[in-house]
């Protein structure tokens, strides 16, 4: 069992409130979720030239400023990086797979958890509301953002194994459910040139769909795919740089909930995590139907 939230707002006078709205949505979620946490949330893109990092150092002490100077000195480049704690953005206008190559053989301590134009990206272990108050989520602003709260049923509790997961550039999934056939499905890709970097079930459907989008599906495409690839119950909820997505299963046993205003669009796994937004008493309810792809775009 885990939680799902994700948040679109509308109106672009509520993007400075987006982390505001958020986080009682987050923490709402404790219960179904409380060993790890994380979101993406999808900022102002960056100029045309350049692209985002999401990197994490977890246990690892890392002098970041000396990261900074070493990939500066390596690409020549204008790079900045904004540090939170053991997770930090890099904003680089080098190539980005260069860059993600580079930290790989020179700072394997350094994950990278992201890479896009608008995303960025937070997750670690703990309690919901302590990696809330860790990453300073209250204060996060943005067009949208997709969270998840885990409670971990076939894989390890790590920063690596939290979600959301990610692939490609500025897409991004969370997960409600369990799959049946991961392993299959990493059987098939792996050939492919697809790389897995844990045995979560979630990032098998990840792998999936950046399979599917790099052979030039659209994401609703995609995930239409994915109804007769990924076998289990599941209710995903996704992220791109324009869109926000959800679906559930056939079988549609994974709670989720949609509340739609005029200024945002709300999801969770239970009403309780809607109950304080703004106006709530007059959104539109409802529960996404099985198979039935919904997406909002900003």
Known sequence: MCGIVGLLVKRPALRASLGALMVPMLTGMTERGPDSAGLAVYTTPVPDDQHKLSVYSGAHEVDWSHLLSLISTQFGQHHEIAVHGNQAVLTTAANADRVVDWLKRHAPCVAVLSVGKSIDLYKDVGAPAEIARRYKFGELNGTHLVGHTRMATESAVTPAHAHPFTAGRDFCLVHNGSLSNPHLVRKHLEPLGIVFETDNDTEAACRFFEWRLREGDDLEKAVERGFSQLDGFFTFLMGTDAEMLIVRDAFACKPAVVAETDDYVAIAS???????????????????KPEEIYSWRI
């Not at 239970?270 to 996404?288: K, M, N, Q, V, Y």
């Open 270 to 288: 239970e009403f309780r995590s809607l109950a304080h937004l703004p106006d709530i008493g007059h959104a539109t309810l409802f529960e996404p």
